[in-house]
């Protein structure tokens, strides 16, 4: 596991915006970056909470609170992190609304459906508007973090799917239209146990939740940081347009009741 809270990191030159980075996967991705020596921009739209890591993060992690579905404050966040730092590297969109279960299909709302997908779909869309010409200029990478319900799906999903499978497409098309300068690729992380320490010491996960995957396990935040800290890394260089599925093989599980 990562430790959050210590070391001096040092500094690689390089700068990356994390959304969605108050918590979770959005969270390990920046510490990630921070111990291999990146500069992270966390946002999120929790202030306080986004404050706090921040600080637990070091001299190497700074926040800016965004609502990524805004242009006006995706536009000013971008401004602000090229003001603060002079530069712009890597992006990452991890911002959702994340719980995949929405009312039934009869009761959803035109606005629930709206909100999902303009936070999920428009803002990686904006993000990757306002930071092309700065990452442009550093040949710079994208990762959008999608998910596997792009591909299968439990009831009540429609908004979250949609969004997802959106995302993926939205993923091949800003690389051919941003290359060869900027590479852009996704990942889409299965059950991924994302929640805070003290929750996750107060109600493991049953052997039977790891022993059904694969590789033994569910999957950690480390797992697909690892992942998208390769993406944006030199030595993935050769690679764009593609979506990294991190799920411990359960896509490719064959499941009989």
């Not at 390990?28 to 970056?33: D, N, R, Y």
Request: hydrophobic share 45%.
């Amino acid at each position: 596991m990562i430790d959050w809270t210590g070391g001096e990191p040092g500094h690689n030159g390089r700068v990356a915006l994390v959304t969605g980075a108050a918590r979770g996967i959005g969270l390990g991705i920046a510490a990630w970056l921070i111990c291999e020596g990146w500069q992270v921009v966390l946002s999120d739209l929790d202030r306080q909470r986004g404050s706090k890591v921040a600080k637990a993060l070091g001299d190497n992690a700074w926040f800016i609170a965004m609502d990524v579905a805004d242009e006006a404050q995706v536009s000013a966040g971008v401004s602000e992190v090229l003001g603060q730092f002079g530069r712009l590297d890597a992006l990452v969109c991890n911002a959702a609304i994340a719980n995949p279960h929405n009312q039934t299909l009869e009761s959803l709302s035109l606005a629930q459906w709206n909100r999902v997908l303009a936070v999920n779909l428009s803002g990686p869309m904006l993000l990757a508007k306002h930071c092309a010409p700065y990452l442009r200029a550093h040949g710079g990478a994208i990762v959008n973090l999608a998910s596997t319900r792009s591909r299968q799906s439990e009831p009540d999903t429609e908004a979250y799917a949609a969004s997802k499978g959106g995302l993926v497409a939205l993923t091949h098309a800003l690389a051919m239209s941003l290359g060869p300068e900027i590479r852009v690729n996704a990942v889409s992380p299965g059950w991924i146990d994302a929640r805070d320490p003290s929750q996750r010491r107060a109600e493991p996960l049953s052997d039977a939740d790891h022993a059904q995957h694969p590789t033994g396990r569910v999957g950690t935040v480390e797992d697909v940081a690892a992942m998208v800290a390769w993406l944006l890394s030199r030595q993935a260089g050769f690679v764009t347009g593609q979506e990294f599925v991190v799920d411990g093989g359960m896509t490719r599980k064959m499941i009989y009741t």
